[in-house]
């Protein structure tokens, strides 16, 4: 069974810069895209950035270009999120999600993380 | 980007009732759909994928429908535990964007 966890939420100051971490396990972790989708409270699913199987293809959307950047270790499992220059508005949950076909990232996300909580306050 | 515009942005129904939630593309993404279901506090949940296939688990009451830009998603007869909000995806063009979500409530 696909298990996805996420980690290193928390409470940030405007400003500052913080890592997410997703741990994947159950299935062919190099045989999938990635994806953080973030959903602020009460909101709807956003995509933030997705990447390819092998890391060669990353995708960021427009909120957080320049800001933020994902990228994946094939020998840990691991999928991470670097989130630089943090604003009130990137507040939200953060899920870390798998791509449902292999070798694809334009794909639906079949298996998601339980999400970690990014709060930006002064 | 592609805009994707779900209605209604809310509905109401009683157990057994056939519901349906619609998607509307802002250009034709052929049959590059997903719907998800989200419960409160929880991750969302994928249903159907490529508009019509239905995920490995998910009841067969659930069904989708629909190509190019318009979409539905319908349960055939509702259950308690349908109680959510449903988001649809399309997945044909970058970014995959998500509709607004539906919230689904019984009666």
């Known amino acids: 069974q696909a298990q996805l966890v996420e980690s290193g939420g928390g409470v940030v100051r405007p400003g500052r810069s913080l890592r997410l971490s997703c741990a994947a396990s159950?299935?062919?972790?190099?045989?999938?895209?990635f994806y953080w989708v973030r959903q602020a409270p009460g909101k709807g699913l956003e995509l933030v950035a997705g990447?390819?199987?092998?890391?060669?293809?990353?995708y960021h959307g427009d909120p957080v270009k320049g800001r933020f950047s994902i990228s994946r270790d094939n020998s840990k499992n691991t999928i991470s999120l670097q989130m630089n220059s943090l604003r009130p508005e990137d507040a939200a949950v953060y899920y870390c999600?798998?791509?449902?076909?292999?070798?694809?990232?334009?794909?639906?996300?079949?298996?998601w993380g339980q999400g970690t909580l990014l709060t930006v306050s002064s | 980007d592609i805009q994707m515009t779900q209605s209604p942005s809310s509905v109401s129904a009683s157990v057994g009732d056939r519901v349906s939630i619609t998607c509307r593309a802002s250009?034709?993404?052929?049959?590059?759909l997903a719907w998800y279901q989200q419960k409160p506090g929880k991750a969302p949940n994928l249903l159907i994928y490529?508009?019509?296939g239905l995920q490995s688990g998910v009841p067969s009451r659930f069904s989708g429908s629909g190509s190019g830009t318009d979409f539905a998603l319908t349960i055939s007869s509702l259950q308690p535990e349908d109680s959510a909000t449903y988001f649809c995806?399309?997945?044909?063009?970058?970014?995959?964007?998500f509709g607004q979500g539906t919230r689904l409530e019984i009666k």
């Open positions: 995806q399309q997945t044909n063009t970058f970014p995959l964007t």
């Open positions: 490529a508009a019509i």
């Open positions: 990447i390819s199987f092998d890391g060669s293809e990353k």
């Open positions: 250009q034709d993404i052929r049959r590059g």
């Open positions: 999600a798998k791509a449902l076909l292999r070798w694809e990232l334009l794909s639906p996300l079949d298996y």
């Open positions: 159950g299935f062919s972790f190099d045989s999938f895209g």
